[in-house]
């Protein structure tokens, strides 16, 4: 029951992190097991939904962290002076931008992710990637330069 219910859920959270096709399957199946054997852990005082998402979340980037090598940014990809800053009203759909997203190396993606979408601050994510505050904000800020690279290439392309 609780694997149909929260299905749909965690599948959208699998494929914004997933490289290939076949990945979300993968993280799925790794993150259900992990809350199968955390349940026990649930505090009823919490939304049960917020308590399943960070669970999930936390068993992805165990996913991550096992199976990939986090190459994280360093200062040579921090954008210069001409770097255009935020793009508000890109004229991109959802899936286009996600498909940007997933173009991202698997750090700052990772990052990209849980800050912008997930909403984690850079204290929780230094936590759970488990890097420091510094290296968090490099990981973003080289993904917004990259996404904003992606974007005008595209614009440019119309």
Do not use: C
């Amino acid at each position: 029951m609780l694997y149909q219910t929260f299905y749909g859920f965690a599948l959208g959270i699998s494929i914004r992190y997933a490289d290939t096709y076949h990945e979300p399957a993968e993280i799925m199946n790794h993150g259900f097991f992990r809350i199968f054997e955390s349940l026990k852990q649930y505090d009823p005082k919490e939304p049960f939904k917020e308590w399943f998402r960070k669970s999930f979340l936390n068993s992805l980037v165990d996913h991550y962290l096992l199976n990939y090598p986090l190459v994280h940014a360093d200062s040579s990809d921090e954008p210069g002076d001409n770097f255009p800053g935020v793009l508000v009203d890109t004229g991109l759909k959802q899936d286009h931008l996600l498909s940007m997203i997933r173009r991202l190396p698997h750090a700052i993606r990772i990052s990209y992710n849980l800050y912008a979408i997930d909403e984690y601050t850079f204290e929780e994510m230094a936590v759970l990637l488990k890097i420091n505050a510094r290296t968090v904000q490099l990981n973003l800020t080289s993904a917004r330069y990259k996404l904003t690279q992606m974007i005008l290439a595209h614009q440019q392309l119309l």
